[in-house]
């Protein structure tokens, strides 16, 4: 004896409801962890650029392949990630943490620069230590331009590129 079809469709709306919930349910949230990164339409270096996202960003994963994850964004954009600029837990802080910890432990009237190196420990608390140990003016201002410098992203995606380094490693 046949099932009347009135009983089936609801039966069959509800699997395909449970199945699509349970898939919602399952996706895996990955956040950036780069201070920037780009999403791509497939799978290599050298593919169009779709996107680009920053430190901290959550992503949901679509699919994997090898060293790449496949993602959707918050505002909907999809593309391909390099694995290695992504992590499962959410980032704690941003980019410029130590400098805002320097900043609020010399009461925020510090340029970005000496409160990235009072971060670091180059600041007025260390300057005893320095007087003591003979650390000269001329090298603690070396310091100073080094913790100061910043090299540029487009610079250091051009060195990964022709170093054949992470997304562009062959």
Known sequence: MTQPRSVWVPLIVLWIGLFVWETEALAETIYVQAKTAQLRVGKTSLDAVVGNVKFGDALEVVGRDGSWVEVKTSAGARGWIFANKTTTSKPSGSNDTLAKLG???????AS???ASAGARGLDKASEGYANRTGVSARDREAVDRMTAYQIPDQEVEAFMREGGLGEYAK
Do not use: E, I, K, L
């Not at 900043?103 to 009237?109: A, F, I, K, L």
């Open 103 to 109: 900043q609020s432990m010399r009461g925020g009237d």
């Open 112 to 114: 970005a620069t000496t």
